[in-house]
């Protein structure tokens, strides 16, 4: 920078570090016609402040925090599946106890705050008890159709050739058939049971995860990043473990999320035809069947596993909408 100090004249007010803004430029008008000449203030007064960028899982979860309703269902889900959990401690009567004189009683009969069914047995507790067997049907069949379905698209979309059309073609023979029926004929074959149900349902699930994840491994596998693994000598199980998995799994467990709502859906659907959960065991679907023959003694006691039913399938539904439009970076 030009040191104009030796060749303009110093007037009384401005230090030897400053010179008018005139002699450095006549459009100058500003700080009494005086410029500084020192860099360090300029970089003082120009330096933004700096700002912490998000990850992508802290931009999902601080898009949570900012939907009310999605936070509100899942706690609903969260209750819920507490309850299941701790149905020991909170169920008000043993599950399994019959009254022949207290069947069909309405709601808060002698301590019994749902009422009874048509065996005497606690409305109340047979429904958190229900739970359990509701939620472990409706989250365990979705978590190994994730697994084996999303290993089965991956390979397939990531290879290609041969091996893809070999893995979704063979996905295609089950879309072939609806969902609600290919699940009641397995069971059906296997002989009904609450393993069998969940197998069956694990089988229904497979072929749309295996899609789900086909379509995502098929997307990311031309991108430049996997190219540049492949040009740096990396394996192909390497690329999948780092580089694919990373982006597959965000479609997957969006879809995943779904399902659930739809699995215990089917699973109580099962166990109303008598194909999942066999007496006395509680479970929702069950005591819906059971109970329909008394819709007209107690009509609300006996809604009431349809309604537990009802609440905890929007439920998953609006808290898988949430996370979708949470993960979805283009929203």
């Known amino acids: 920078?030009?040191?104009?100090?030796?060749?303009?004249?110093?007037k009384a007010g401005?230090?030897?570090?400053?010179?008018?803004?005139?002699?450095?430029?006549?459009?100058?008008?500003?700080?009494?016609?005086?410029?500084?000449?020192?860099s360090e203030p300029f970089?003082?007064?120009?330096?933004?402040?700096?700002?912490?960028?998000?990850g992508y899982w802290e931009s999902v979860f601080h898009r949570?925090?900012?939907?009310?309703?999605?936070?509100?269902?899942?706690?609903?889900?969260?209750?819920?599946?507490?309850?299941?959990i701790c149905a020991p401690l909170i169920a008000p009567f043993d599950p399994y106890k019959e009254s022949i004189v207290g069947r069909l009683k309405p709601l808060g009969w002698r301590g019994h705050p749902l009422g009874t069914d048509e065996l005497g047995r606690d409305m109340l507790s047979r429904l958190i008890?229900?739970?359990?067997?509701?939620?472990l049907m409706g989250i365990v069949p979705v978590l190994i159709a994730s697994l084996i379905g999303g290993m089965l698209g991956i390979a397939g979309g990531f290879i290609g050739g041969r091996t893809n059309t070999a893995v979704?073609?063979?996905?295609?023979?089950?879309?072939?058939?609806?969902?609600?029926?290919?699940a009641v004929a397995i069971a059906g074959a296997m002989g009904g049971g609450m393993a069998n149900g969940m197998l069956a349902l694990s089988l229904v699930f497979i072929p749309p995860m295996c899609r789900v994840a086909e379509t995502a491994t098929t997307q990311i596998r031309a991108l430049d990043f996997i190219e540049a693994a492949r040009a740096s000598g990396a394996r192909t199980t390497t690329i999948i473990r780092y580089h694919v998995l990373g982006n597959v799994l965000g479609p997957v467990f969006i879809y995943a999320s779904?399902?659930?709502s739809v699995s215990i859906l089917l699973a109580s659907g099962l166990s109303f035809l008598g194909l999942g959960v066999r007496p006395p065991v509680p479970d929702w679907g069950l005591m819906l069947s059971t109970l329909r023959q008394?819709?007209?003694?107690?009509?609300?006691?006996?809604?009431?596993?349809?309604?537990?039913?009802?609440?905890?399938?929007?439920?998953?539904?609006?808290?898988?909408?949430g996370l979708r439009a949470a993960m979805d970076v283009r929203m």
């Not at 970089?43 to 998000?54: M, N, W």
């Not at 008890?129 to 939620?135: A, I, N, T």
């Open 1 to 10: 920078m030009t040191d104009y100090s030796s060749v303009i004249p110093a």
């Open 14 to 38: 401005i230090r030897g570090d400053e010179v008018p803004a005139a002699a450095l430029d006549p459009r100058f008008r500003g700080n009494g016609g005086v410029i500084k000449t020192r």
């Open 43 to 54: 970089l003082e007064e120009q330096a933004a402040p700096a700002t912490k960028v998000r």
């Open 64 to 84: 949570l925090r900012r939907d009310p309703v999605t936070l509100v269902f899942a706690v609903i889900v969260l209750l819920i599946v507490l309850a299941a």
């Open 129 to 135: 008890y229900g739970g359990r067997v509701s939620l």
């Open 168 to 182: 979704m073609r063979t996905m295609d023979v089950f879309y072939a058939f609806p969902s609600v029926l290919l």
């Open 258 to 260: 779904s399902l659930v």
């Open 294 to 321: 008394s819709i007209y003694v107690v009509p609300f006691v006996c809604a009431l596993p349809g309604l537990a039913i009802f609440i905890t399938s929007i439920c998953c539904n609006l808290v898988s909408d």
